[in-house]
């Protein structure tokens, strides 16, 4: 069985819309897969289910396991114990994770307090050596949100999410906020820490040419419906219908401006 599974994954509104609709994939262990759909495709929605963070007036239906532990119907003293070890999100702005009012150090440290019990010194230490991972100084761990720049936040944002250790890292368009420069090193950081700690991955984003520097199997959403799934290079060479095609055209001509040869070494040559 894969780390996730996701069956006929259907969210609902309370006035009967359907926002997500049916979709299926899995994610095995130390597997790399990007969900990728312009605005309003479920593509966010979608992490939020699978991790049991659906808002109220939300219906989700069908299946989702989550290393062993059903998602669906699951009480929040079962998803705690799965969020921080088992899965851990980013999100697309650091504010969203990141309480203002308490210092980034504090912060990472939760989950390594919550989920590994540690204190005290080792739990300082561990804090230091998550924000080192993520190439952040020291002092940063004193600092509130505010006091750092936006790039400083992501990364530390970043730290929080893997200080235990999680299975899956599910990073929900983790470099829209930031300019082309510190996406580029995002990028790089979270490519480099899920590979050393062999972690799966969940990459949500609207651009195949981002998703192509850390993923080679892709899912399209479009209204909340997967309209084409494989890998990366199979839908470069053949989307297979327009809307999938419109996005290919858009990352190729986005590659091309940045002038990265990403989405052409995916396709092996056929882009």
Known sequence: MSLLEVAGLTVTRSDGRVLVDDLSFGVPRGGRLGLIGESGSGKSLTALAVTGLLPPGLRPAGTVVLDGTPVIGAKDRDLDRVRGRAAAIVFQEPSTALDPLMRLG??????????????????RAAVLEALREVSLPE????????????????????????????????????????????????????????????????????????????????????????????????????PGDGYTGSLVASARRLDAALGNAVLGDAAGGAV
Not at 108 to 118: E, F
Not at 169 to 178: G, M, R, S, W
């Open 106 to 123: 504090r912060q990472i440290a939760l989950p390594l307090r919550r989920h590994q019990g540690l204190r005290g010194g080792a739990l």
């Open 139 to 238: 002092r940063v761990a004193r600092a509130y949100p505010h006091e750092v720049s936006g790039g400083q936040r992501q990364r530390a944002a970043i730290a929080m999410a893997l200080a235990c250790r999680p299975a899956l890292l599910i990073a929900d368009e983790p470099t829209t906020a930031l300019d082309v420069t510190v996406q580029a090193e995002v990028l790089a950081l979270l490519d480099r820490l899920v590979a050393a700690h062999d972690m799966a991955l969940l990459f949500i984003s609207h651009d195949l040419a981002v998703v192509g520097k850390v993923t080679e199997e892709v899912v399209v959403l479009s209204a909340g419906r997967a309209v084409r799934s494989g890998r990366l290079a199979d839908v470069l060479a053949d």
